[in-house]
């Protein structure tokens, strides 16, 4: 028992005695020159170690490390790009009979990261590592001219253990960070950094949390977090579980009050259960929202998959369709690194009430190809956008007002001023997209569509509406358009046939306009050069088809007319009789020629069993007056709409003036035409006037003088 102590006992003087000799003989100081030549020669730089390098045996070997800076070279703003406060490093001695390496913790203090770029582009960064390849490049071109035979190495009978390693922890204790870029002209500062890894061991669980806080620019921003790590031994492989990140970002104009990430666990191959949440506001929005998704990622890294992503979203700002919106998203997704394509495999979204579906795919390119599939059972963007409405109403009989008189009296007689800014189309020449959307029913403008089915495409600078299908008023549209960004004016073509559309319901809901009734075909052929609206008016040219039946023009009662205007000729008033003031037809058809900022008609015809009507004319799209004439003839009794029989005006053409303009059109018997038109009523009324003249004056109505001075006034009237 004696002899073992004794030996104990001098295995711990030799213990002691070794430190002392350590201690005495060897300063870890002297390195310090070895150290700065060995890192000049690796990377160009000087390492100044202004501190002190000193021993530490408790409660394993290891050193502390004083004040370190690695320098910048010259024409940066501060003199290091690394500056470190203290280190403190220790090795478990014993272990490494076993071969392995023990180390204790890893302690860094007050480190401090400047990095800057200069306006010239050059970076402090640059040359790091270059100084050595210029070094060990030498040496791989002078080799032996012969080479000596190696010595056989008896292989060992046992195989060799692999090293395994061990880390009992790692803190970064006060840390800062600068990134400068002059050139760019922003600062990026990291004012604090503190990061620790609690015990380390490949194969074996351990924790690691940071927290930092910093400024870019006017923004400030905090993060921190932590997580479950797990490196397999190989360092090959490694897993995450139970990570949670949380944020916060500030500026004079934005407020991300809250961010917060959580990831369940995470392993390469494996799916991941992520879940987040945002509160905060950027400029007139204020955001709340939150959701989950599933995430793997492939071995390779070259796919990541998200299934089930959802957003529950509430937002609240004056840029939005409305003050408060709520949005939600569901899901599936995935990006294929290698192929540069993002698909969007299925999407559900909700804006408030509006709901829709499909799909689409984004593939990476100089111009992105955008494909997309779009599906909504309805739409009302009108209740959407929260426009109001004018109250669709028949037209009254009982007034008999004319369609203008329905429009607010708060509207100028003077057409208003026509835009003559260009749209902004250069974005056509950065897209590559297709897709198609179809809705059950739409409402917008206070149209009514249903069945909506659009095909449209986007590339090299042409926007191509190859389809717009839709029914519409017991009726349906087809259209197909064309605009093409490339030239100094953007050009356009526009085709469309609308089929058995009940017209006076679509121009109540649309333009708040009942002048006009009746089942409606029409086909439109247009091309011109120029978006803006004035350019529309100005260079649009092509031919619209009107073909009507059976419907009636409202605010105008001709037949009416008719009989006052016999009426008038016989020197009587026409009898009232209340009635609706319109004109009743069997078919209305016109070709209306668009050019040079007009458009006019010359085979206006309207077909009535009472009436025939046929008018030539224009309209000035620019001032919007109207300049018209309409000749309307009867070719049947006039009793058909509520008046008073009179036969003899059968075959009788009446001219009618349209004047005014689109907001307030104006209808006016053309009495100087009407006469002019139908000598027979001259002789009819030169009777009258001998006969009013014989009565009112006698024998005196025969003199000469008088007789012609009624010729001429006749004359007058009919030339």
């Known amino acids: 028992m004696k002899k073992l102590l004794y030996i104990l006992l001098a295995i711990v003087l030799i213990v002691v005695v070794g430190i002392g000799a350590l201690l005495a003989l060897v300063d870890p100081n002297q390195f310090k020159p070895l150290l700065s030549e060995q890192v000049k020669k690796a990377t160009g730089r000087d390492l100044v170690i202004a501190g002190d390098i000193s021993w530490r045996f408790f409660p394993s070997i290891g050193f502390?490390?004083?004040?370190?800076?690695f320098r910048n070279p010259d024409g940066f703003a501060e003199p290091n790009l690394v500056k470190l406060g203290s280190a403190e490093l220790s090795v478990s001695v014993m272990p490494l009979f076993s071969q392995h390496l023990d180390i204790g913790n890893v302690s860094l203090y007050d480190a401090r990261v400047f990095i800057q770029t200069r306006a010239d582009g050059v970076s402090n960064l640059d040359g790091l590592g270059e100084q050595q390849a210029e070094v060990s490049e030498p040496a791989t071109l002078s080799a032996p001219a012969e080479a000596e035979p190696e010595a056989a190495v008896p292989e060992s009978k046992e195989t060799s253990q692999p090293w395994s390693i061990s880390l009992v922890g790692m803190e970064l204790v006060n840390a800062?960070?600068?990134?400068?870029?002059?050139?760019?002209?922003?600062?990026?500062?990291?004012?604090?950094?503190?990061?620790s890894l609690a015990h380390f061991s490949p194969g074996e669980w351990t924790n690691a949390n940071f927290d930092v806080i910093g400024n870019n620019g006017e923004l400030s921003f905090t993060a921190k977090g932590e997580t479950g790590l797990l490196i397999q031994p190989g360092f090959k492989d490694g897993e995450l579980k139970a990570l949670t990140l949380s944020a916060t970002a500030k500026d004079s104009v934005n407020d991300i009050e809250v961010f917060e990430l959580g990831v369940d666990k995470f392993k390469v191959g494996e799916w991941s259960t992520i879940s987040y949440n945002t509160k905060g506001q950027v400029p007139d929005l204020v955001f709340d929202a939150n959701g989950q998704t599933r995430l793997k990622l492939s071995k390779d890294f070259?796919?990541?998959?998200?299934?089930?992503?959802?957003?529950?979203?509430?937002?609240?700002?004056?840029?939005?369709?409305?003050?408060?919106?709520?949005?939600?998203?569901d899901a599936d997704a995935n990006y294929d690194v290698a192929k540069g394509l993002a698909t969007l495999s299925r999407f559900e979204t909700a804006i408030d009430e509006i709901a829709m579906k499909g799909k689409g795919s984004f593939q990476s390119a100089d111009i992105p190809a955008i494909r997309f599939a779009v599906n909504s059972d309805n739409i009302d963007l009108d209740a959407f956008l929260g426009l109001k409405q004018e109250p669709s109403s028949k037209p009254s009989a009982e007034d008999g007002k004319q369609a203008s008189s329905s429009q607010s009296g708060s509207q100028s007689d003077e057409a208003a001023p026509v835009s003559d800014i260009e749209p902004d189309l250069s974005v056509l020449k950065t897209l590559d997209l297709a897709g198609t959307v179809n809705i059950g029913k739409l409402k917008a403008a206070n149209a009514r569509v249903s069945n909506v089915q659009l095909d449209v495409n986007v590339k090299k600078g042409v926007l191509k509406l190859n389809r717009f299908d839709a029914n519409l008023y017991g009726g349906s549209v087809n259209a197909q358009a064309t605009i093409d960004a490339n030239g100094k004016l953007p050009k356009y073509q526009v085709t469309k046939q609308i089929k058995g559309v009940q017209i006076q319901p679509m121009l109540i809901d649309i333009a708040q306009n009942d002048t006009l009734a009746g089942t409606g075909n029409i086909d439109v052929t247009l091309s011109g050069a120029g978006l803006a609206e004035k350019r529309i008016r100005q260079n649009t040219s092509g031919t619209i088809d009107i073909n009507f039946a059976d419907g009636a023009i409202y605010g105008v009662n001709i037949p009416q007319m008719i009989r006052e205007a016999k009426a008038t000729?016989?020197?009587?008033?026409?009898?009232?009789?209340?009635?609706?003031?319109?004109?009743?037809?069997?078919a209305l058809t016109a070709t209306v020629k668009l050019g040079k900022g007009e458009a006019s008609t010359n085979n206006l015809h309207l077909a009535s069993p009472l009436l025939r009507i046929d008018g030539k004319g224009?309209?000035?799209?620019?001032?919007?007056?109207?300049?018209?004439?309409?000749?309307?003839?009867v070719v049947a009794t006039s009793k058909g709409q509520g008046g008073k029989e009179i036969d003899e005006v059968a075959d009788l053409t009446v001219p009618i003036d349209v004047k005014g303009d689109w907001k307030q059109p104006t209808f006016s018997l053309n009495l100087k035409k009407l006469l002019k038109q139908n000598n027979e009523l001259e002789e009819k009324a030169k009777k009258e006037v001998d006969r009013g003249l014989e009565k009112l004056l006698g024998d005196k109505a025969k003199d000469d003088k008088i007789k012609n001075a009624a010729d001429k006034l006749l004359k007058g009237l009919f030339n």
């Open 302 to 329: 070259n796919v990541a998959e998200l299934e089930q992503l959802t957003l529950a979203a509430k937002l609240k700002g004056n840029t939005l369709p409305r003050p408060e919106m709520t949005v939600k998203l």
């Open 618 to 633: 224009n309209t000035n799209l620019m001032s919007e007056a109207i300049d018209f004439t309409i000749n309307t003839s």
């Open 176 to 195: 800062s960070a600068i990134i400068r870029d002059d050139k760019a002209g922003t600062i990026t500062e990291v004012s604090r950094l503190n990061f």
């Open 569 to 586: 000729l016989k020197g009587r008033k026409a009898e009232y009789v209340k009635e609706d003031k319109k004109t009743d037809f069997s």
């Open 64 to 69: 502390n490390l004083g004040e370190t800076e």
